[in-house]
């Protein structure tokens, strides 16, 4: 029997879709074209908006390696969606996506994963999760202090990781390691999320491609617009809990 080995030398990173296939279909056009190996979302794959199906249906089809985010948790857990940090207000939009979702859609979500190595030919060891290593609601972003940084990253074997969460590009260098984040394709925003300071959206959806160069890794940190305005059809004919939400958002979008 032979076995083909399969070298990955190229992989896109998608993150925190929340519902809007409209904006992943934008960034899967443009991955298509870029070419990739193979495809590693970072979770936070559907509540909140208009298409989870649509979205689930993709992430199949691409044959995406798929981690757990803390909305997924939610999701699948709705009556504790506050110890998985969902801010109270956006309950019901999560409780509408339940709904939407059937059986082996919720049975998809349950396995995904909670971290993934990868190895590249080079020898670099790479790290995906949505949070932090620890814990999917960890929140890391260019100003985190370096004593949590620590905490979160200490005896991990990798040299290279990459989350989700913020909703917020980042390239950080932490010692010799390389910590980033590939942003949000549905939800990509202007300031890191705090309590009592809600996000403004911005009118792109984000993803990454990291790809083996010699001895290192290149990161191309890529933003894809898409339309809105179908998007936002979508909210409306859905009769989302949160439709004024979305509209107020992209009428305020700098
Ligand atoms: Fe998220």
């Known amino acids: 029997m032979s076995c083909k080995i399969i070298q990955i ?12 296939f409209t904006a992943l279909e934008a960034v899967l056009a443009d991955i298509k074209k870029e070419g990739v190996d193979q495809l590693i979302c970072l979770g936070d794959t559907v509540s909140l908006g208009p298409q989870p199906c649509e979205v689930l249906d993709a992430l199949r089809e691409w044959n995406a390696v798929t981690i757990m985010g803390n909305h997924d ?3 699948l857990d709705p009556e504790r969606a506050e110890a998985f940090e969902i801010t109270s207000h956006l309950i019901p939009d999560l409780e509408w996506g339940v709904k939407r ?5 919720m049975a998809f979500i349950r396995s995904f994963k909670n971290t993934h190595t990868v190895r590249f030919e080079n020898g670099i060891e790479l790290l995906a999760f949505h949070g932090s290593p620890k814990a999917t609601t960890d929140l890391i972003v260019a100003t985190t202090p370096q004593d949590n940084l620590d905490d979160l990253f200490r005896g ?3 040299s290279v990781f990459i989350g989700g969460h913020s909703h917020i590009q980042m390239h950080r260098r932490n010692g010799k390691n390389l910590i980033l984040n590939s942003g949000s394709v549905g939800n990509a925003f202007l ?24 001895n290192f890794l290149r990161s191309d940190m890529r933003r894809v617009y898409f339309d809105i305005d179908k998007l936002l059809g979508l909210v409306k004919e859905s009769g989302l809990p949160g439709t004024d939400w979305w509209f107020r958002q992209y009428a305020e979008t700098p």
Request: glycine share 8%; no cysteine; proline share 13%.
């Open 9 to 20: 030398m190229r992989i896109g990173f998608i993150s925190d879709i929340h519902g809007s």
């Open 73 to 75: 948790q939610a999701i």
């Open 101 to 105: 979702l059937p059986a082996s859609d």
């Open 156 to 158: 991990q074997s990798a």
């Open 191 to 214: 300031y890191p999320f705090t309590p009592g300071n809600p996000p403004r959206l911005l009118p792109w959806a984000e993803y990454a491609i990291l790809e083996q160069d010699g």
